[in-house]
């Protein structure tokens, strides 16, 4: 046993322990008082505190000698019994040779048997040499091919090829080609683009059914012209497309077109590719049809419906020939008539590629995802503190922010109390708050070694009141 030798004990004269005491030499005073006794002198159902040595960590620390007398070994807390059984169990392990690496490894006694190897590795090289090809009972015969890429020999089977074109021997290899062959093919540019426009002009893609862009079907329906949304001319698609006038009009995005009002600078490489867009867009229509667009900008458009409606009329009346096609460049006077600014507006479309690398600025382009600063707002969510981006339409809606739905559903966040025994902070659920405040639930603890710590020094205390 682990009892610390040499310690004298407190126990208290009855009927019971009187005969064994005096025969030990111990002179009887009264029942129920104290008298000193040697820790080996201790019954078997003596009832007294005796200080033990943890079997494992080999601190000291005080138990009931009749319920700590029934067991072999002694320990301060939980986590130091696990740890020394676990030793025990590791001890009586049947020591094996790997058949693969000849290494000694442990294995349980259930196991000695069964056991051939000291790892999965061991057993997966093991099984490379011997069920390797025609030696596997499932081996199917391969034939020797070229990889499409860098040509090296490789086997595959027979109905692996059979609905295959192209086969590579790794993954790096198939990537490759797709990316410097395949997509580079004439065949697969043009079935693309097929499929960009028909997803377009079947409404498979949410983004071009956008606020300007309903704001102006709607003005256009109010002014009685037939129109056409996302008319396709060859390989392009346009936002809106006068059918009875046979001219076209382009909704553009303040941030995703680069509105200059508000971008002096190019600051995004996907401001700067959808410009380079705009300009071959433009570039066809123009030499293929001879047509100039209208460019009505996001900002006119929710601002000052009337200018857009105005310039839409002049558009139309002037056959799709005007001195300029953006609306940025026109205002309305007091009378409500169009006119041109005197100081107008050059649209990043018509700058020339040497003029375009002048604004953009290289050393702050951003890789950015498809989120609209100006549209988005970025907040922490008020149960967990984890920052999420969200449209700021969505946003002002809401009147409690959360990131997900879990944290929607446990609305109040967590509270925040002290262990009863350590004093750390911990988080509890509400309920068990709202318990500790109204005196229902007395204490808490942060974990189970705390609680039963707390426990035994709480029945420590009550014995030596008594």
Request: hydrophobic share 25%; with cysteine; net charge positive.
């Amino acid at each position: 046993m682990a009892i610390i030798e040499g310690q004298m004990v407190k126990v208290k004269w009855n009927n019971a322990n009187r005969r064994r005491y005096e025969s030990l030499g111990y002179t009887f005073t009264e029942n129920g008082l104290e008298l000193e006794v040697k820790v080996e002198h201790l019954s078997k159902h003596a009832h007294a505190f005796v200080n033990f040595k943890c079997d494992w960590c080999g601190d000291s620390f005080t138990r009931d000698y009749k319920v700590a007398v029934r067991h072999n070994h002694h320990y301060c807390k939980h986590s130091c019994s696990t740890k020394h059984l676990s030793a025990i169990k590791i001890s009586k392990r049947i020591k094996k040779l790997c058949e693969t690496c000849n290494e000694e490894y442990a294995v349980p006694n259930n196991l000695k048997d069964s056991s051939r190897f000291c790892s999965k590795q061991c057993l997966q090289d093991w099984q490379k040499i011997n069920f390797k090809e025609d030696k596997s009972s499932v081996y199917v015969e391969r034939v020797e091919v070229n990889c499409g890429w860098c040509n090296e020999r490789i086997k595959r089977t027979k109905s692996y090829l059979s609905n295959r074109i192209n086969v590579f021997c790794s993954k790096s290899c198939k990537d490759t080609y797709h990316k410097e062959v395949f997509l580079k093919e004439e065949e697969t540019i043009e079935r693309n683009r097929k499929i960009m426009l028909t997803n377009l002009t079947e409404n498979k893609i949410s983004f071009t059914d956008s606020k300007p862009q309903r704001i102006l079907n709607k003005t256009l329906d109010m002014m009685g012209v037939t129109y056409e949304n996302e008319k396709i001319i060859h390989y392009y698609a346009f936002d809106n497309y006068i059918t009875d006038y046979d001219v076209y009009i382009e909704v553009n995005g303040g941030y995703w077109h680069c509105d200059p009002r508000f971008y002096p600078k190019i600051l995004h490489d996907v401001q700067v590719n959808r410009i380079i867009s705009d300009k071959k867009k433009r570039t066809h229509l123009r030499n293929n049809l001879g047509k100039q667009i209208l460019y009505l900008w996001e900002f006119d458009i929710e601002n000052n419906i009337k200018l857009c409606d105005k310039l839409i009329n002049y558009y139309i009346e002037n056959k799709g020939s005007i001195p300029q096609y953006d609306s940025f460049n026109y205002y309305l006077d007091n009378f409500g008539n169009l006119k041109i600014k005197s100081d107008l507006i050059i649209p990043y479309i018509d700058y020339d590629y040497s003029s375009l690398e002048k604004i953009i600025i290289k050393e702050t382009r951003e890789r950015v995802s498809r989120k609209d600063p100006d549209k988005h707002i970025t907040f922490n969510c008020e149960v967990c503190g984890k920052e999420k981006t969200q449209p700021k339409k969505v946003y002002e809606k809401a009147k409690n922010h959360y990131c997900s739905v879990k944290c929607s559903n446990n609305k109040s966040p967590r509270k925040t109390v002290s262990c009863s025994f350590c004093k750390k902070d911990i988080i509890v659920k509400n309920y068990v708050y709202r318990n500790i405040i109204s005196g229902k639930q007395k204490n808490c603890f942060c974990n189970n070694e705390c609680k039963n710590e707390f426990q035994r020094l709480k029945h420590k205390n009550k014995n030596h009141t008594k």
